[in-house]
């Protein structure tokens, strides 16, 4: 075998109160990434406008960590077509990191199990967040709902309710260049102890409502007093947003990981187009356009 192609999907982080624990694998974008053996060293073919240097890019990190941590010899040429929109909330550096490392695993027959292919593509994060953190890309690499523990990593995966739908507004606004560090630098250093538990109560029940399978229960426990209001105001529009998608119905409505775009929780049974229709007017109050995207929780990384 000398090339691999895999296809990874978009993610949403936190599920509002789950910061950097939770992920939701979605069926929204794609990106696809492959890799072809060849004689020496990393290179990185790309349409995209995205760093091309394997040092600066998402892919070619994860390339790099796993050759040392594998002892690879062969070199490897990376093509990557990227279809998830980059800085938006929708764990697009970690699709590309989720698919090279799942074809990695497989170009070079690793055999390797999901916690070790998560710790290989959260290297990736480096390149656009600066930090590593797994919580997109085990959603990426592993698909449905996640938990990440660390510290060791231990990644949980439950498999989500079938009748859960998802509708995701992307504002067409500029993001900054290094958007998830200025999102992150905004989360408080301290909070006060009455809002913790107000989140973890949220959290467990999110975790109970994939757990029973009960979509409604989700939905309403998407409710987050700690990381959102403290970013909202980075988003233009987004509790004109929030108010008018729960007003058409939505169960719950949050910041999709680091933004701008922002997410609303419901059931098949919604109207969802009533819900989109809603979201997109309240980013048109602010003079900002939306793409809006009506989906389900996704698989993970897959070869094709």
Excluded at 182 to 200: A, G, Q, Y
């Amino acid at each position: 075998m000398n090339s691999v192609t895999v296809r990874a999907p978009s993610s949403t982080a936190n599920l509002g109160p789950g910061f950097d624990v939770f992920g939701l694998a979605l069926d929204a974008f794609y990106d696809e990434v492959q890799l072809t053996k060849q004689k020496h060293g990393i290179s990185i073919i790309t349409d995209d406008s995205i760093p091309v240097s394997p040092r600066k890019n998402t892919t070619g990190l994860v390339v790099e960590y796993m050759k040392k941590k594998f002892r690879i010899k062969s070199g490897v040429q990376i093509r990557i077509k990227k279809g998830v929109p980059a800085g938006f909330g929708m764990g697009s550096s970690a699709a590309s990191a989720a698919a090279t490392a799942v074809a990695f695993n497989k170009l070079f027959s690793l055999g390797l199990d999901g916690n070790t292919l998560v710790e290989c593509a959260g290297v990736g994060e480096l390149a656009s967040a600066g930090s590593i953190h797994y919580d997109n890309v085990s959603a990426s690499v592993l698909g449905g709902f996640i938990i990440v523990r660390t510290k060791p990593l231990d990644v949980i995966k439950i498999l989500p309710p079938s009748d859960l739908r998802l509708v995701v507004a992307v504002p067409k606004i500029t993001v900054p260049k290094k958007k998830t560090q200025v999102s992150r630098s905004v989360v408080p250093k301290h909070i006060p102890l009455s809002d913790s538990v107000v989140n973890l109560a949220n959290a467990s029940s999110i975790v109970a409502g994939f757990v029973r399978k009960d979509s409604e229960l989700i939905g309403k426990s998407i409710q987050d007093v700690i990381i959102e209001p403290a970013r909202a105001h980075l988003i233009p529009g987004f509790y004109q947003v929030k108010k008018n998608s729960l007003k058409a119905g939505a169960l719950g409505v949050t910041i999709s990981g680091a933004g701008p775009s922002v997410i609303s929780f419901a059931t098949k049974k919604s109207n969802l187009k009533k819900i989109a229709d809603a979201m997109k007017k309240g980013f048109a109050n602010k003079r900002i356009d939306s793409q809006i995207v009506i989906c389900k929780p996704s698989n993970g990384a897959k070869t094709i």
